[in-house]
C-alpha cells in the first residue's frame, strides 16, 4: 500500500473547503479543523471570535502515487481570494484569512511557486496575501461540522451563493459547468424538484410554501416564540425576518414590521379573495410565505403575517454554527 501524506489549507469557511477535495481522485480524507494557534484543543466558539490564533482550515489525506501535492495546490488556489487580508468573503477576522501549511520541505517549495506563477500571471489587481506556513498541530472541528455540505445540502448551497463565494469564483475563473466537479462547487441555489420537497418536508411545510396553504392560528410553531434570533426560508435558508421585527398582532400567526433581507423576498398581488391582498414569497425558493398588510406598527405601518411552517428558526447563540454569524452583531448592540 502507497504510503499517504496530508496537506493542509485553510480558505475561509472550512464547510466550502471540503466538498473541492473529496472529489478528486487519490484523496482519501478532508478533515475540517483549526491550526496555527497555541491554545490546545480549542472549541469552535473561541476560534470563531477571533482571539485564539487559530484559521479553519481542511487537513487533506492523499496518494501522492495518484494525485500531486501540485495538483492540490491548483485546486485550493480556485476556492479563495487570495487578496483579501482580513478574511474570506461573508466571513472576517484573521480566523478567516487564507493560508498553505506545508508538512516538508518539498511541499515549501511547490507552494512558493504556485504562490509566484499565480503572481505572475497577473490574474488578480491586488497582491497575494496567501501566507504559506509551517504546518503545526491540526484539532479536528466538532462532528456537526465534518460533512457539513451533505448534511445540510441546501443550507449549504444557500451559504456559497449568499456569502458571495460562488459569484467571486465564478467571474475569476470563468468557470464552465464542466469545470465544477474536479475544482469547486460554484453553483447558484437550484430548487430541489418537488419530489425530493415532498421527502424532506413535512406535509404541513409542503403544503404551505408548496401549495399555497395556511395554517391554523395559535396552532403553529412560533407565533408565541419569543427567543432572540432568525427567521429562514424552510427550503432554501435564505434569511427572511429577525426576532428584533416580531411583534405580537393578536392575530395567532408570526407577524413582523420588516424584513430582515428585503432582496429575498417578493411582494406580489392576491386576487384570490374580493378585496386584493399583497402574496409574499422568498426570492430563492419562491416559497409562499404569508401575506403583508398596511396594519403594523411604526415607523414602518408594514405587517407581514408568515406561516411558520414556511420558516426555520435559528436561536443567536447558534446563528455562527449554522453560517449565518453576520447577524449575530444584531443582537449584541
Given amino acids: 500500500?502507497?504510503?499517504?501524506?496530508?496537506?493542509?489549507?485553510?480558505?475561509?469557511?472550512?464547510?466550502?473547503?471540503?466538498?473541492?477535495?473529496?472529489?478528486?481522485?487519490?484523496?482519501?480524507?478532508?478533515?475540517?479543523?483549526?491550526?496555527?494557534?497555541?491554545?490546545?484543543?480549542?472549541?469552535?466558539?473561541?476560534?470563531?471570535?477571533?482571539?485564539?490564533?487559530?484559521?479553519?482550515?481542511?487537513?487533506?489525506?492523499?496518494?501522492?502515487?495518484?494525485?500531486?501535492?501540485?495538483?492540490?495546490?491548483?485546486?485550493?488556489?480556485?476556492?479563495?481570494?487570495?487578496?483579501?487580508?482580513?478574511?474570506?468573503?461573508?466571513?472576517?477576522?484573521?480566523?478567516?484569512?487564507?493560508?498553505?501549511?506545508?508538512?516538508?520541505?518539498?511541499?515549501?517549495?511547490?507552494?512558493?511557486?504556485?504562490?509566484?506563477?499565480?503572481?505572475?500571471?497577473?490574474?488578480?489587481?491586488?497582491?497575494?496575501?496567501?501566507?504559506?506556513?509551517?504546518?503545526?498541530?491540526?484539532?479536528?472541528?466538532?462532528?456537526?461540522?465534518?460533512?457539513?455540505?451533505?448534511?445540510?445540502?441546501?443550507?449549504?448551497?444557500?451559504?456559497?451563493?449568499?456569502?458571495?463565494?460562488?459569484?467571486?469564483?465564478?467571474?475569476?475563473?470563468?468557470m464552465r459547468k464542466e469545470d465544477e466537479n474536479v475544482n469547486g462547487d460554484v453553483t447558484k441555489f437550484e430548487k430541489p424538484s418537488r419530489s425530493e420537497l415532498k421527502r424532506t418536508l413535512t406535509a404541513l411545510q409542503f403544503k404551505v410554501t408548496q401549495e399555497n396553504g395556511t395554517e391554523r392560528p395559535f396552532e403553529n410553531e412560533y407565533w408565541d416564540n419569543k427567543r432572540d434570533g432568525i427567521y429562514v426560508d424552510i427550503v432554501s435558508g435564505e434569511p427572511l425576518f429577525s426576532s428584533r421585527d416580531k411583534f405580537d398582532s393578536g392575530t395567532g400567526w408570526p407577524s413582523f414590521s420588516k424584513a430582515l433581507e428585503s432582496d429575498n423576498i417578493i411582494e406580489r398581488e392576491d386576487r384570490t379573495l374580493l378585496i386584493p391582498r399583497t402574496e409574499v414569497r422568498s426570492r430563492q425558493a419562491n416559497s409562499y410565505l404569508g401575506h403583508l398588510f398596511p396594519d403594523g406598527p411604526q415607523p414602518t405601518g408594514r405587517r407581514y403575517c408568515i406561516n411558520s411552517a414556511t420558516l426555520r428558526f435559528i436561536p443567536e447563540e447558534e446563528l455562527e454554527k449554522e453560517g449565518y454569524g453576520k447577524y449575530r452583531k444584531t443582537f449584541q448592540d
Fill in 1 to 174: 500500500m502507497n504510503k499517504l501524506e496530508k496537506a493542509t489549507f485553510a480558505g475561509g469557511c472550512f464547510w466550502c473547503m471540503e466538498s473541492p477535495f473529496e472529489k478528486l481522485p487519490g484523496v482519501t480524507e478532508v478533515a475540517p479543523g483549526y491550526t496555527g494557534g497555541k491554545k490546545p484543543n480549542p472549541r469552535y466558539q473561541e476560534v470563531c471570535s477571533g482571539t485564539s490564533g487559530h484559521r479553519e482550515a481542511v487537513q487533506v489525506t492523499y496518494d501522492p502515487s495518484k494525485i500531486t501535492y501540485q495538483e492540490l495546490l491548483d485546486v485550493f488556489w480556485k476556492q479563495v481570494d487570495p487578496t483579501d487580508p482580513d478574511g474570506q468573503f461573508a466571513d472576517r477576522g484573521p480566523q478567516y484569512g487564507t493560508a498553505i501549511y506545508y508538512h516538508s520541505e518539498e511541499q515549501k517549495r511547490l507552494a512558493e511557486s504556485s504562490k509566484k506563477a499565480l503572481e505572475e500571471s497577473r490574474r488578480f489587481k491586488h497582491p497575494i496575501v496567501t501566507e504559506i506556513l509551517e504546518a503545526s498541530e491540526f484539532y479536528p472541528a466538532e462532528e456537526y461540522h465534518r460533512g457539513y455540505h451533505k448534511k445540510h445540502p441546501l443550507k449549504y448551497r444557500f451559504y456559497r451563493s449568499g456569502s458571495g463565494r460562488d459569484q467571486y469564483l465564478g467571474k475569476v475563473w470563468s
